[in-house]
């Protein structure tokens, strides 16, 4: 086969049992999508269970209610239904008494509190490090390479603009055309928020590399999964006219320090990024 026919298909490791967490996890309750990828990135891990338990309860499951109760996540009364993709009727069947706010504007999670969140709960076994950018499908690139050079789980948790994607339901023809043509046109975007979801593996073609997502509502994609062009990508981690966004990289606490000094090495910048969301100590 020539070179100007092949695809290459990368997952990132530990991609599997995240796609079989996401599975059984979706869809995210209300305002809880950054605690939702954060329970897929412990699952790939194997961190199923906290022995120190969440908010001095018992030890029990590890799910998306106690990574927001570990988070300091908000969430919003009453429910918005403009922040939910079209069809979804939305979720509020908190296993943990959450705190709420008025105002849907500002409730979900913080990336600083998901990142200590998952340390915390992980026991200090993850270590979570956050890529604030400059975005750009280089950037983007040299990131999702240095994950998939680990041998150990490993997550992108990507805080987005879903403004600047592609709609998640894609033609093949669309696809193909961009993976072998470079061909930009795509789906209008689905909803228009500041989300978190997953980045689980990458398609490469002649072109251009699609980025496989494994997003928070069933209604998107194939089950919550769908591809995403590397600009668009890009873009809406940049999340122009909105408040920052980022990647926030969960890994091994002992491959660390090397994933570090290569993401320094590829340009970007470990610092964590204001998203806009209150947390429940401001609530106080």
Known sequence: MADEERLDLTLLAGARALLAAHRRELPQRD??????????????????SSDGGVDGRQPGLIDQDAVA??????VSLPSDGANLPSGEPGRRDYRLPLPVIGDAKVSGTTPAGLQR?????SGGALAVIPCSGPWSPQSLAGLFELAAALDRPVTLIANLATRQLW???ASAEQLLGYLFDGEQ????????????????????????SLYGVADTYPSLGSRGVHLQPAERLARALERPQMRAGGMLVVVSAAEAAAVRAAAHEIGLVEE???NGTVTREKLR
Do not use: K, N, T
């Open 117 to 121: 969140a998952l340390e915390e709960l």
């Open 185 to 208: 046109a795509g789906p209008d975007p689905d909803w228009d928020v500041g989300h978190f979801a997953c980045v689980i593996g990458r398609v490469r073609g002649p072109r251009g």
């Open 69 to 74: 109760m570990a988070a300091g996540s908000v």
């Open 272 to 274: 964590v990024w204001d």
């Open 31 to 48: 305002d809880l999508c950054g605690a939702f990828c954060g329970a897929l990135a412990l699952s790939a891990c194997g961190v199923e």
């Open 167 to 169: 709609g998640a339901r």
